[in-house]
């Protein structure tokens, strides 16, 4: 195994909740709609939809807010009254607001791993968001520094190390994402740990073949990362 | 003067046109109101519900499409009908394909640029449009980089100033706007640019007395640039 000169942590869903936030609108929407739907599968209209609008809006807050409303005036046949769009991006502004929590033992592993090695908080999506997240959370005072991806891909990733100057054999990832933080980091070389999440966004799940298919460890807790480091090294 | 080690140039209505087609939409949203309001002044309120706006949802189309929908709701009092508030989501998705139109001399003026100095495009907001539309305009392969800052302010130029290991006073800064281009960068003690452009948001210009507190140059169109630069350093 190469030296760690980079440690990049997920954030969302890592270090603190997201996934359950989004999950509790969604449920709200659901609510909501069961006047207007006759949908049966509206969880997974919405859903679709979602991953339609990716292309064009991205990930994030903002995003899922539209991506409500469309599902919205397409699932009420445009009956949905104005109001209740309204309600919609209230919740949306909610989930923008909603303060950090983070998971347990984060903070304490983020201290101790900075103690020793070079840590990046490194996410994806909105901004302004992830970034107010990140400053409130605090631990961008801890760690050495972090980046907003606009995509978690393979070419992100590298962009990333070249600008560091860091190999891909020298950098550790580990996050709640199969899709975005284990397999593009095992695709370039770099060494990557599953941290799973019992809520984890559809999108951000694989199919078990392609993750089959590559290498990377899985650790139960954030708590367990500097031990499973040590001992990876020894 | 000091030695040029960086220059910066904005994007959005300095090397292609942006705000034009935020007025675009915004004239066929107060049309649509039209039959929804009495409001005699839509465009204000429309800009305030904006900027109110901005601290949560940031830059950009998203966050304008969401602004609309509530200023629609609000100024129809609640009865603004669902197709109406899709048409204005399509507005959003129209604003987010519109094609790269490049203001006059760009592509010239940045290849010269670049052949001479180290040129970094800087614009803020939405990370994934203004990704798009800098791969888009094929410059990202002329340049030397690229940043999306999530707000100009003289703390996020210093950041990435830092990052880079350049001193203010090697930085030049070109671009449209005072509030983001030209203040923050003279602020720091940073060279500024300012390339006014007949279209500029509202939001982005800034009294007078706050200017001309400050110290800056303007040149006409970007394709002056090259010239100014060269004067100066004489
Ligand atoms: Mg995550
Ligand atoms: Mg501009």
Redesign the interface.
Known sequence: MGEIKLIGLDADDTLWESEIYFAQVEEKFLELMDKYSSDGDLEKTLSSNEITNLR???YGV??F??SM??T??IA?K??????D??LI?SW??EL??HPVTFLEGVEETVRSLSKEYNVFIITK?????Q?SKIEESGLDTIVAGFE?F?EKDPESYLDFLNGLDIKPENFVMAGNSLRSDVLPVAAIGGRAIHIPHDLTWDYEKVADQSASASSYSIVESISDLPQHLAQEIR
Chains 1, 2 share one sequence.
């Open positions: 064009l809006f991205g903002k995003s807010t539209l409303i469309e919205a005036h009420s445009g009956t949905i009254s104005s109001s769009i309204e991006i949306g502004k923008l607001q999506g909105d901004l302004l968001h970034r907003i606009h």
